[in-house]
């Protein structure tokens, strides 16, 4: 379940033999795809390859790095690869042998993300790091590599000086039944501009290679994401990845800086980090049996959409305190914003029918919204770019229109491109170039229709409502009119996966842990279902997806897996996709992931909180009793609107507004809708504008709207 031979990225590759007439080898790199290597080496197997068989790069025999290891499979560790195209040729006796193209990308990146994010601050924080000084502009210095160990006393990692060995180091049996010292190599370096981090269980007195790993690492990896949406220019720190209940069960546990949405919210940059860091992974430590990711919030968010957009990377997800996406979340954000500015003036509401027409369980989420990420809408707040206040390198309408706009889809320019010059603002013309086109939406949206017809708010809130509630400038600002979406970038939105629609999340294990969370905090319960109700409107079934909820409180430290829930989740998810593995009958692999579904992979609850941790659990599937009674869930102000519970449109259909659809309205009333909302209001009845199913593995090198990589290269006979 390797990520080049995951049945959800591309097929394995043909042999370059297939027939087994001329003897010839199959040259098979296991590190990564071969157009996609990075740093300068990858990890190969010659199959068929046997003492004798030579081998050579861009003409240097290179046969002294190959042998048969104690696995049995002819693999050596491939190095100095020159950038750009290298040929890799094999041959075990005769005039034929394989050949295979590699080609070698900076450490530095790019790969597949298009141009680089420009200004870039490399602040590698040697003071936590370690790391020396940046030595280019690409924010590369050497890897530095210190120790950890867990005492007797299970107290906590302590740091471990191999020159000087503690007298209390723990020792801890993996999952494969090794008892090994507990100490932690962790690795720390640079790549693609973000600071990463490798920690494994490492005797530090034995040696540790890709083709002789140590017996301590079970070859499965935890890769966790960080929370948080901001677009950054500057290298920040990764998430923990000391964390016990992986290593202790033998899992390697990485992740990088770049893997934190409140530090880079560019999921395609995400990807790239996430597959050049298992490529490293590969190359340092050997292969990987599978890949677990994990993450809260905008953890969640990377994992989902990562799983769609570039499938294979991960290979089983944890989504914790869960949305699905960036952008269909960023409609929720933009509506919360805009309600909490029209409710500040508007008279005669009741908190009551504020929620009915948020659709949520009270004002507090979006209240919430409002107070952490509605500002992130604004390019010219500094803080957003992680730059400090009054830096004079970010955007100003008035004086430095040409400046870093700091805001997501300009951060994302890659993807999206830039406005056509007819919509130009005077400050895209001051600037001399567009800014970058946008999804975001909100014409014809009815706000508070549900709510209407319930009989919660009257005609003329109603009316007063959508005539005043406006929407959003290219600046962030709020105004009269509607925001409407470049329907370029919605297209694109679809077309990258930037909406997480769900059509490849059925080829991975889910496990979405979900804290409750309904007041006085944004992660809502709803986003949960809000996907499993994606997966049933686009695969038709959400077997592959389980629910986990429990109780404890708002805020983001209270909806935290449990450290016994998350170990749960952990081995849940590990004995699923080690059956997968298992799992040899010729299946597409969503099948295999319905099929091979371990007892426990069932919707659970837990209605308490005991001192030592989770209380009883429930299992509900569907949350049809127990579960669904103590933990009901709401929804958002679209779903009011009359959007479908998948919450898949960035941009409605329109049709022209009828009294039918709105009971009670008067004749004026309904004009002053018609004259507020001009191009018509929502059909939800019809697929999204733009709608379409995402194309996996693009890569924006070469321009905006991005271009699928095709088929991963594979050997072939070649004269030698």
């Given amino acids: 379940m390797s990520f080049l031979n995951s049945s959800a990225s591309a097929a394995p590759a043909a042999a370059a033999d ?12 296991l590190s990564n795809r071969a157009d996609l290597i990075s740093g300068g080496d990858a990890l190969v197997e010659i199959a068929g390859g046997r003492a004798g068989t030579r081998v050579w790069l861009n003409g240097s025999d290179i046969s002294a790095a190959f042998a048969t290891r104690a696995d049995g499979h002819f693999t050596g560790l491939v190095t100095g690869l020159r950038l750009g195209p290298n040929q890799l040729v094999a041959r075990n006796h005769g005039l034929f042998g394989s050949r295979i193209t590699i080609t070698n990308h900076p450490n530095g990146g790019p790969i597949f993300t298009g141009p680089q994010v420009q200004p870039w601050d490399c602040l590698l924080k040697p003071e936590v790091t370690g790391l020396g000084a940046p030595q280019d502009t690409q924010c590369n210095t050497p890897a530095v590599f210190r120790f950890a160990y867990m005492p007797t006393a299970r107290t906590g990692f302590r740091p471990y000086d191999p020159a000087a060995p503690p007298a209390d180091v723990a020792t801890t049996t993996t999952d494969q039944g090794v008892t090994v010292p507990y100490i932690v190599r962790l690795e720390t370096g640079v790549q693609d501009r973000g600071i990463y981090q490798v920690a494994v269980l490492f005797d530090p007195s034995r040696p540790f290679t890709a083709t002789a790993p140590q017996a301590g690492w079970n070859h499965k990896v935890v890769y966790p994401f960080g929370g948080g949406s901001a677009p950054h220019h500057t290298t920040d720190l990764p998430v923990n990845v000391l964390d016990d209940t992986s290593l202790s069960r033998g899992f390697l546990v990485s992740s990088s800086g770049l893997n934190v949405q409140g530090s880079n919210n560019n999921d395609v940059l995400t990807a790239e980090s996430v597959m050049m860091l298992k490529e490293h992974v590969t190359e340092t430590y050997g292969v990987i049996r ?15 959409e990562l799983a769609e957009q570039y499938p294979g990377l991960l290979d089983g997800i944890q989504p914790n305190c869960s949305f699905p996406d960036v952008w269909t979340t960023g409609a929720e954000v933009g509506d919360c914003g805009l309600l909490v500015t029209y409710f500040a003036t508007a008279t005669g509401w009741t908190d009551a029918q504020k929620a009915a027409v948020a659709g949520t369980k009270d004002t507090s989420a979006c209240l919430a919204w409002n107070a952490s990420f509605v500002p992130s809408g604004l390019p010219d707040r500094a803080q957003n770019c992680g730059f400090a206040a009054g830096d004079p390198r970010v955007y100003n309408p008035a004086t430095n229109p040409a400046g870093v706009r700091c805001v997501i889809n300009d951060y994302q ?34 706000y508070g229709l549900g709510a209407l017809k319930a009989g919660i708010i009257t005609p003329a809130q109603f009316t007063d409502l959508n005539a005043k509630i406006g929407g959003n400038t290219i600046d962030g600002r709020v105004v009269p009119t509607r925001k409407i979406a470049d329907l370029g970038a919605v297209s694109t939105a679809y077309r990258a996966g930037q909406v997480t629609v769900g059509a490849r999340l059925d080829q991975v294990p889910i496990i979405d842990l979900r804290g409750t969370s309904n007041f006085n905090d944004i992660h809502t319960d709803y986003h949960s279902w809000e996907l499993r109700a994606r997966l049933d409107q686009i695969n038709g079934t959400h077997a592959n997806q389980v629910i986990w909820t429990w109780r404890t409180g708002p805020g983001i430290a209270t909806i935290l897996a449990p450290r016994d829930i998350a170990a749960q989740a952990l081995t849940t998810m590990d004995q699923w996709l080690a059956n997968i593995e298992a799992d040899h009958r010729p299946l597409p692999r969503e099948v295999k992931v319905r099929l091979d579904k371990p007892g426990s992979a069932v919707d659970a609850c837990w209605t308490q909180n005991t001192a030592a941790g989770a209380g009883p659990r429930t299992d509900d599937p569907g949350y049809a009793g127990a579960c669904g009674a103590a933990f009901p869930k709401f929804g958002d102000a679209r779903n009011v609107a009359g959007e479908r519970a998948a919450g898949l449109a960035l941009k409605c259909q329109t049709t022209r507004l009828r009294a039918s659809m709105v009971p009670g309205l008067s004749a004026d009333q309904l004009a002053t809708l018609r004259a507020a909302l001009p191009n018509g209001v929502c059909d939800w009845s019809r697929a999204p504008a733009g709608f379409a199913i995402s194309q996996p593995w693009l890569t924006f090198a070469g321009g905006p709207g991005g271009r699928p990589l095709g088929a991963p290269p594979r050997s072939h006979l070649t004269i030698v």
């Fill in 18 to 29: 297939p027939a087994g007439l001329f003897g010839t080898p199959d040259i098979r790199v």
């Fill in 290 to 304: 599978y890949t677990i990711g994990a993450g809260c919030s905008g953890g969640s968010i990377q994992q989902q």
């Fill in 413 to 446: 320019i890659a993807i999206w491109g830039q406005r056509p010059q007819r919509i130009w603002t005077p400050q895209e013309q001051a600037a001399g170039h567009g800014f970058a086109r946008s999804p975001g939406d909100n014409d014809g949206v009815l």
